[in-house]
């Protein structure tokens, strides 16, 4: 039996079992201190505080209410450790921020539908966004495959309908897009 711990997370109710409770206040704790000569402190941590929730509901269900200490781990690993680039000119930090979970990943991308400002489904969309290339293109590609093999590209189409998830969230169009998430000051 684990105990069970509600945090506020931008204006929003998360049950948290307790040693995941512990490594996200150690987080905050860490990015607070990092942030205390920073003008927009309190503006990055709610950024900061944002990108975990959406973390947090991403993982969350109708029969999974409770979020572990390893998955706060791996959220926090993808958000990585902040650090204050407003500081002084000479000043270099000597402690290196604490590891939260497996060894720190880079941003990496992942495929998804994009819908927001899509034609249809947000297949063609997506898959320019991880290409990091014009929509058009793709588009363009899609049906000269589909006229030059007899329909083979709209069923490609069609399955990645039913295969590719949507992003609904902004980390997720942020993995989309493979951006670094805002909060990530290095």
């Known amino acids: 039996m684990n105990k069970v711990i ?14 995941g409770y512990n490594g996200l206040r150690d987080y905050v704790h860490h990015a607070e201190a990092q942030l205390s000569n920073s ?17 947090c509901s991403a993982l969350l269900r109708p ?11 791996q959220i ?7 650090q204050n680039v407003d500081g002084d000119a000479g000043r270099t930090d000597t402690q290196s ?26 297949v063609c969309r997506g898959l320019a966004a991880y290409a990091d290339t014009d929509v058009t293109l793709v588009r363009v590609i899609f049906v000269l495959g589909t006229l030059c093999s ?14 590719v998830p949507i992003a609904y969230t902004d980390s997720e169009l942020d993995e989309a897009h493979a951006a670094p998430p805002a909060l990530r000051r290095s």
Not at 6 to 19: F, H, K, M, R, S
Not at 39 to 55: F, M, S, T
Not at 101 to 117: D, E, F, M, V
């Open 150 to 163: 007899g329909g083979l590209g709209l069923l490609i189409y069609f399955l990645m309908i039913l295969v």
């Open 39 to 55: 003008a927009d402190r309190r503006e990055v941590i709610a950024d900061l505080e944002q990108a975990i929730g959406e973390k």
């Open 97 to 122: 921020p604490p590891r939260y979970g497996a060894a720190a990943t880079p941003h990496r991308k992942r495929l998804y539908r994009i819908r927001r400002g899509s034609g249809w489904a947000g």
């Open 6 to 19: 509600t945090v506020n997370l931008n204006g929003n109710a998360y049950q948290i079992d307790e040693d």
């Open 63 to 73: 029969h999974k209410t409770v979020i572990t200490a390893a998955e706060i781990a």
């Open 76 to 82: 926090l690993t993808e958000v990585g450790p902040v």
